[in-house]
């Protein structure tokens, strides 16, 4: 079984920062892409940022300039920093990321979710 964790949510004012953790366990051979998503209230939701496992990476471009996802492959983590945070920047955040297990399929695989919520 593989497991994605997500932690660093929390609630912040406009113009601050927080960083988001994913961690992956169980049963991994290797993890390929991983990605942060969000789902914001009655929105649906969507890619916010990506990262490849040779590092390359892509962002939505209402965060660009903002926010950063990087990677550590040892760890099997995946992080987000969110710099000068905006109210529409509330949303669940998701981790997702593309998984070889054990049994020998790449999946895809989610975590729960993290709320951010930005106040004005």
């Known amino acids: 079984q593989v497991q994605l964790v997500e932690s660093g949510g929390g609630l912040v004012q406009a113009g601050g920062s927080l960083r988001l953790s994913c961690v992956a366990s169980?049963?991994?051979?290797?993890?390929?892409?991983m990605r942060w998503y969000r789902q914001g209230p009655g929105k649906q939701r969507e890619l916010v940022a990506a990262?490849?496992?040779?590092?390359?990476?892509n962002y939505a471009d209402s965060v660009k300039g903002r926010f950063t996802i990087t990677r550590d492959n040892a760890k099997n983590t995946v992080y987000l920093q969110m710099n000068s945070l905006k109210p529409e920047d509330t949303a669940v955040y998701y981790c997702n990321a593309a998984i070889l297990a054990g049994w020998g399929v790449t999946q895809d695989h989610w975590g729960q979710g993290t709320q951010v919520t930005v106040s004005s």
């Open positions: 990262i490849g496992s040779g590092g390359s990476t």
């Open positions: 169980g049963s991994i051979i290797r993890i390929y892409g």
